[in-house]
């Protein structure tokens, strides 16, 4: 019956069926609470940013750039205009230095004499109301002086126009692995592009900052990774008297790790110079102009292949687009090269990734991180390898898949890879029959054929090599009566942190689930557990969590001899203590070595896998796909809360299939996005979305909470090119570049 | 322009420009911010509420358009309980950050009103107004599915 959950728990290994292990029944890591903030969010009463309205806000909007590349001649204010009740703020009146804090100290909090990408904030405004801050935005009056701008990223390291250093690179990543073949093969190549992508979390920006009776300031928002948010703020004043608090979150998808940072700034600038709460919240055309989106990549690959499908060498170039500043780019282009070869096995391997600057709004961080630009292109590629051949596409995928022991491009040995587990998964719950979708009034059936496609991915689980080990996350935990509080900077942006970490606590003390709550991050509160990013909460903010319960327990233990928590907690009391509290630290495993000049080493804690098929149909007449059901395997090492678990593949897969054949980001010629509404940068609705069936495969990871492996960002990878290859199918077309609108489908129809 | 209607089944009398949109005379004037702002021009779904029983997008209605009227807003969906579509959300998943949440359970409970056992495709058709970034529509669609066999209704 379809309705009913569809969503599997797929025993990973028959014939060892210890490494399934579901929990006892009085546990409740593998089953599925309603989550915690369910009924506060259903019911209207959760407070999002801009549903807060503190006493005599004032609101701010932002004066931007027309232009790409230009000198700032002149800001004036339109005498016009009644200024009464305005303030504005240009970099002038920063009271700190002029940078967002990030990685690199290139990006302005406001442009001072250049503008270097359009939509580039130059001023900021605070009225009273809304309507008055957006028409005091129009009423300052910018001059410009042009100057030549760099728009093409394959034009950016010899180009005149210098944006970034003196060759425009952010970044450049050489990966070399292995020696060359010795037998000789086919030579194929190709080369695969992908588009730019618009997180579209639902609630646009938004950022309150209040001033505090010491005289210092209060930031609340939207936001991913609240401490990103402090040490930008506490730098751009100058003095520590700076807390963030992450107000409930309408997604973020990495849209809110890092830009909330300058909005911030931009709030507490304004509120410093009125001496009173700003809040700016974004309007959906300003988000979508002004704020990061996926790098667009260029990807040439060259493979020699032998007869029999099997992969002898592997070649890559990597371009991707960073836009003006550099925000998180060398990142994700780290990202995009370590995944570049897919879950392949090759004996010699050559990548090389540059990401440049180009004036274009920068890019940032998107669930995937590069890794979705990268397997797009790997997988187009194993198509592309199989039609050469003459071979099935998944026979030359079968050939080449990562098998227990195997060596990665950076030479670290795989144990327990779980691709071939995810591919049985998939294939086997691809069997049941489906239902073909109703077409939409308006379409006949006559032009519809129907095709099906598969692909594969993996996905490195939490931070690179040791990235852990320079964040020190931390977790705290405090006994107050009969219940408990998790302190932790981890941001529940829809995935359900704030449902998990009681879990995990929970049964790590042997109690009821729901004695333990979640503090709202506030950074004068929590400490820093790390950013909520590269699907590491789970894991490695979970695993600090279990790390810290049992340390809890053991500190009882030391003072009041074993026992149950509660008989422990009892006897503690009963000594007079104060109610306990511990905080812990993640605990990196000393035997991950990585080498990040090389990229050699361990390039990741370990690895989730994915499989995806994909049943679709082609309208010939107009080039549109039609997605009857996706069939979903990943190997999440274990699910901590199942529904929450295949929730974050479903909504991840469904925006993959929209990057696949429907958003597009349209610049215009000053290099911004042009389709800034959601009349015309389109996004899945419910009649899109196919019908999902989730396998979760458990091969658990003895380094995660409960064997739980990071899984926020893996549903990204596969689905693209399993569409691409469905289409393939359906009506022969041969699709390489991203996206596949229903535009360029007909066009290459046209072609055929 | 002063305009009355009756919101979650209480007379109110709100004072606005007449074109002001009934979405932030709800947020704003009466303090209701269950209704969200995703786009301001009727794209996403965020800000649904029920004018008369039927689900409209409030950023597109100008308040004086409801006089007379009676607005539903997700506040009043269920008053002091919970109302099935809410619990079947809660039980399938069917809500992650929760933003577009407000604004699909209104056009689902609307549907479930006209259609107590919609078919798939009709619970598809009846959420298409809403857009969800999170979830995938699979399990919201799950839960509007079952939200009557659910609750024995
Ligand atoms: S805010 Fe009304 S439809 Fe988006
Ligand atoms: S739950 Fe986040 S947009 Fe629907």
Redesign the interface.
Same mark, same amino acid.
């Given at each position: 019956m379809?309705?009913?959950? *569809?969503t599997k728990l797929w025993n990973a290994d028959p014939a060892r069926p210890g490494r399934v292990c579901y929990p006892p029944p009085q546990m409740s890591i593998g089953s599925?609470p309603?989550?915690r903030?369910?009924?506060s969010? *259903? $019911?209207? !009463?959760?407070?999002?940013a801009?549903?807060l !309205?503190p006493h005599r806000c004032l609101y701010g909007a932002t004066v931007r750039s027309a232009r790409a590349h230009a000198r700032i001649v002149s800001i004036e204010r339109d005498p016009a205009f009644d200024w009464t009740g305005v303030t504005v703020a240009t970099a002038a009146d920063l009271p700190g230095p002029n940078v967002v804090t990030l990685m690199t100290d290139d990006q302005p909090i406001l442009a001072d004499g250049v503008v270097r990408h359009a939509e580039e904030p130059i001023a900021l405004v605070a009225a009273p109301t809304r309507e008055r801050a957006l028409a005091a935005v129009r009423a300052v009056r910018v001059t410009y002086e042009d100057l030549p701008a760099l728009l093409d990223p394959l034009e950016a390291e010899g180009s005149p126009v210098q944006i970034f250093g003196n060759d425009n690179v952010f970044k450049r990543i050489h990966l070399v692995h292995g020696e060359p073949s010795r037998v000789t093969g086919y030579l194929i190549r190709g080369r695969y592009r992908t588009g730019l992508q618009e /997180?579209?979390?639902?609630?646009?920006q938004s950022m309150i900052a209040a001033p505090r009776p010491d005289g210092g300031v209060t930031v609340t928002g939207s936001m991913q990774c609240p401490y990103y948010v402090d040490r930008a703020v506490k730098r751009m004043l100058g003095h520590d008297r700076v807390n963030v608090v992450q107000s #409930? $979150?309408?997604?973020?998808?990495g849209g809110k790790e890092e830009y909330p940072s300058m909005l911030a700034c931009h709030a507490v600038l304004l509120s410093r110079l009125t001496g009173l709460p700003v809040k700016i919240t974004y !309007? !959906?055309d300003e988000d979508l102009r002004a704020t990061t989106k996926r790098h667009p990549a260029v990807i040439d690959l060259s493979t020699l292949v032998s007869p029999q499908g099997e992969l002898l060498e592997l070649h890559a170039r990597i371009w991707m687009d960073g836009g003006a500043y550099h925000t998180l780019s060398t990142v994700v282009l780290s990202r995009a090269v370590l995944h570049a070869g897919g879950p392949y096995r090759c004996p010699h391997v050559n990548i090389l990734g540059t990401v440049v600057a180009t004036n274009t709004p920068p890019n940032g961080a998107f669930r995937g991180f590069g890794a979705p630009q990268a397997q797009w292109a790997m997988e187009r590629h194993l198509d592309r390898i199989a039609r050469v051949l003459g071979m099935d596409p998944l026979a030359v995928r079968r050939a080449n898949l990562y098998r227990e022991g195997d060596v990665t491009a950076t030479g670290q040995t795989l144990h327990d890879p779980g691709a071939f587990a995810v591919l049985d998964a998939a294939e086997a719950a691809a069997k049941a029959p489906f239902r073909r979708? @109703?077409l939409r009034p308006g379409v006949t059936g006559a032009s519809m054929k129907a095709g099906r496609g598969v692909a594969l991915a993996w996905h490195g689980c939490g931070f690179t090599g040791n990235g852990e080990a320079k964040i020190r996350g931390k977790v705290g935990l405090e006994v107050h009566g009969n219940e408990l509080l998790v302190l932790s900077s981890s941001t529940d942006?829809? /995935?359900?942190t704030e449902t998990i970490f009681p879990m995990i606590v929970g049964d790590t003390l042997g109690i009821a689930q729901d004695r333990v709550t979640v503090a709202q991050p506030d950074t004068g509160r929590v400490p820093d557990s790390g950013p909520t990013v590269a699907s590491r909460t789970a894991m490695v903010v979970g695993g600090t969590c279990f790390k810290a319960a049992t340390e809890l327990r053991a500190k009882l233990e030391a003072k009041v001899g074993p026992g149950s928590f509660d008989e422990q907690l009892l006897r503690w009391r009963n000594l007079g203590l104060a109610d306990p509290t511990h905080e812990s630290t993640y605990e990196v495993d000393a035997s991950v070595v990585w080498d990040p000049d090389t990229y050699q080493g361990d390039a990741y804690p370990t690895f989730g896998w994915s499989c995806v098929i994909v049943d679709l149909r082609v309208d010939e007449d107009t080039g549109e796909v039609l997605y009857d059901r996706v069939v979903t395997a990943t190997d999440v090492g274990r699910a901590l809360a199942p #529904?929450?678990t295949?929730?974050q593949i479903?909504?991840?897969?469904? /925006?993959a299939l929209g990057w696949a054949t429907a958003e597009e980001v349209v610049l215009g010629a000053n290099g911004a996005m042009r389709n800034d509404?959601? @009349?015309n940068y389109i996004?899945p @609705?419910?009649?899109d979305?196919p019908?999902?069936v @989730?396998c979760l495969v458990e091969i658990p990871f003895a380094g995660g909470p409960f064997g739980a492996k990071g899984i926020g960002e893996i549903p990204m990878d596969a689905p693209a090119a399993a569409v691409a290859q469905a289409i393939e199918q359906a009506v022969g077309i041969v699709l390489d570049s991203l996206p596949m609108t229903p535009e360029r489908v007909l066009a290459a129809m046209g072609a055929r | 322009m002063i305009t009355r209607f009756v919101c979650n089944g209480q007379p109110v009398e709100v004072e606005t420009p007449p074109m002001t949109r009934l979405l932030d005379v709800l947020r704003e004037e009466l303090r209701l911010t269950g209704s969200k702002e995703g786009c301001g021009e009727g794209e996403c779904g965020a800000c649904t509420v029920r004018i008369d029983g039927v689900p409209v997008m409030s950023c597109l209605v100008p308040v004086a358009q409801v006089a007379g009227c009676n607005v539903q807003t997700i506040e009043g969906l269920a008053g002091a309980l919970v109302h099935p579509v809410q619990a079947a959300m809660l039980e399938h998943g069917g809500a992650q950050c929760g933003i577009c949440t407000p604004g699909l359970c209104m056009s689902a409970a609307a549907l479930l009103e006209e259609n107590p056992h919609p078919s798939v495709e009709q619970v598809r058709v009846a959420l298409a107004g809403n857009l969800c970034r999170c979830t995938g529509y699979q399990k919201v669609i799950e839960a509007v599915s079952h939200a009557l066999v659910d609750t024995g209704e």
């Open positions: 379809y309705g009913a959950p *569809l599925s309603p989550r903030d369910g009924l969010k *259903l $019911t209207g !009463r959760a407070l999002y801009d549903d !309205r /997180q579209l979390y639902i609630e646009p #409930v $979150t309408g997604g973020g998808f !309007r !959906r979708k @109703t942006i829809g /995935q359900g #529904v929450l295949s929730g479903e909504g991840g897969t469904l /925006q509404r959601l @009349t996004i @609705t419910a009649l979305a019908e999902m @989730t | -």
